[in-house]
């Protein structure tokens, strides 16, 4: 049975690698260290989904040696002219109003890249464009609250946490902190301590709590919830909510690595994607005022007259 697919680019040139691998980072890849053997060189990337398909063409095709989907083939392709790459083809230029767009770059060696994606055409881009975080986690520092009770449970959580911060860029043990706590009732209470010392870009909790027969549980479900995002809203640090309220234990492994993912995993993307979107609000707001300080002297001027 396949348990995972490795898709392989060949480049046809040493200088062509060092050009497809800067142009795969500057278009946003996340890209891992790379393998320097001694009969081949690798360079791993990381998109943030990919699909295999299997292609037969009814017609004559010239094949690329690399296809890829962007987002935004636009913007993708002033970074292929900023790197002063060659672009062979390119099918719809941006006067001609077309809704897809793809083109072809041809590098120095002779290997060629493909791209096509759905343009952010200039009619709709008001009405979609929006300040978002990206899953960036270099640089930044994350705490994570994990409870030991069910640690059964939590562990998996953790697991998943910290598969995720290492695929978002994390490199060393010093960017994140574990720390754990009795149960989850106590969770709270060290997602604000945390966050009140402003170390940590953003707080991710984890914890299990399962329904017994009686209304303790509900009791704690309602101050967890509550304390975590009082937490977040009066500290102003992003707070990632991993703790699992379930019926059954059943339901709780399901959630913990089986059939329903790894909540654990899908708070710690929640947590990098917020901390930096906190700060693309900040650096967003400080160029507003900026621009609102340099208006002011003109329309002074203005009543003067």
Do not use: W
């Not at 360079?43 to 063409?57: C, D, G, I, K, N």
């Not at 900040?282 to 009543?303: D, V």
């Amino acid at each position: 049975m396949i348990k995972y697919v490795n898709l392989a680019t060949q480049v046809r040139d040493k200088k062509d690698f060092d050009l497809i691998t800067k142009l795969l980072m500057a278009l946003g890849l996340r890209s891992a260290e790379v393998e320097d053997n001694p009969e081949v060189i690798l360079q791993p990337f990381f998109p943030s989904s990919a699909a295999l398909e299997v292609v037969y063409r009814k017609k004559p095709y010239n094949h690329a040696d690399l296809e890829l989907v962007v987002s935004d083939p636009d913007s993708a392709i002033e970074i292929v002219k900023k790197m002063g790459l060659n672009i062979a083809e390119d099918q719809a230029v941006p006067e001609q109003g077309h809704v897809l767009r793809d083109f072809r770059v041809q590098l120095p060696g002779g290997t060629s890249i493909f791209l096509a994606g759905f343009r952010a055409t200039a009619g709709t881009e008001p009405d979609h464009a929006g300040i978002e975080g990206n899953l960036n986690a270099r640089g930044k520092r994350f705490a994570i609250v994990v409870s030991r009770f069910n640690s059964f449970i939590t562990e998996r959580l953790l697991a998943g946490t910290l598969d995720v911060l290492i695929r978002c860029g994390i490199t060393s043990r010093k960017d994140y902190e574990i720390v754990r706590v009795p149960g989850a009732f106590e969770i709270p209470s060290a997602a604000r301590t945390l966050a009140e010392t402003r170390k940590y870009d953003a707080i991710i909790c984890l914890g299990c709590l399962l329904r017994g027969d009686t209304a303790h549980y509900d009791v704690i479900v309602n101050e967890v919830t509550r304390g975590i995002g009082q937490s977040a809203q009066e500290t102003g640090v992003p707070h990632a909510f991993g703790v699992l309220t379930c019926e059954t234990l059943e339901q709780a492994i399901d959630r913990a690595g089986l059939k329903m993912g790894n909540k654990g995993f899908e708070a710690a993307l929640a947590a990098v994607e917020m901390a930096n979107l906190r700060k693309a609000v900040s650096s967003h707001s400080s160029a507003l005022s900026k621009g609102r300080k340099a208006k002011q002297p003109t329309r002074a001027k203005k009543r003067n007259r």
